[in-house]
């Protein structure tokens, strides 16, 4: 039997909060992924601090206290699941929200899935598809083993 390789993915900030602070309904095919190795999430440095600095605001602390956690714990998952990557060169295509320039320039280079809910990356979709990047809203699985992601 041939060993399928890990799909890429790069998630952004709200749907690493989905899934370890707000534990959305919509994210446990993704987190058994990450936990089954099927995906191999890429991040740099600047997402795991833009993780960080999230993690204080007023509502997030509140939310993480109300599920017995503190910014460690998510801090803690990002380390064991994301792979650090260097910060990657900047796309030829440019996101409305800045903020967001860096997961669309790093799925660029990896012509990977970038998994995001934000509108101004969604609304970049087509355009990225042309380069072998896949902007999805939800996981639902991977490509090539049956299963898909919706939009």
């Given at each position: 039997m041939t060993e399928v390789a890990p799909q890429t993915i790069v998630?952004?900030?709200?749907?690493?909060?989905?899934?370890?602070?707000?534990?959305?309904?919509?994210?446990?095919?993704?987190?058994?992924?990450?936990?089954?190795?099927?995906?191999?999430?890429?991040?740099?440095?600047?997402?795991?601090?833009?993780?960080?600095?999230?993690?204080?605001?007023?509502?997030?602390?509140?939310?993480?206290?109300?599920?017995?956690?503190?910014?460690?714990?998510?801090?803690?998952?990002?380390?064991?699941?994301?792979r650090l990557v260097p910060v990657a060169d900047k796309a030829h295509f440019v996101c409305k929200d800045l903020d967001d320039q860096k997961f669309i320039d790093l799925a660029c280079v990896y012509s990977c899935w970038l998994v995001s809910k934000d509108k101004a990356v969604l609304t970049m979709r087509n355009r990225l598809a042309r380069i072998g990047v896949s902007v999805v809203s939800r996981f639902a699985g991977l490509v090539g083993l049956g299963a898909r992601a919706n939009g």
């Open positions: 998630l952004d900030t709200n749907i690493v909060l989905d899934i370890w602070v707000y534990l959305d309904p919509a994210t446990p095919d993704l987190l058994e992924a990450l936990t089954s190795q099927r995906v191999d999430w890429v991040a740099t440095q600047a997402m795991r601090d833009e993780l960080a600095r999230v993690l204080t605001y007023p509502h997030i602390v509140a939310r993480m206290q109300k599920g017995g956690l503190v910014a460690e714990d998510v801090l803690a998952q990002f380390d064991r699941f994301a």
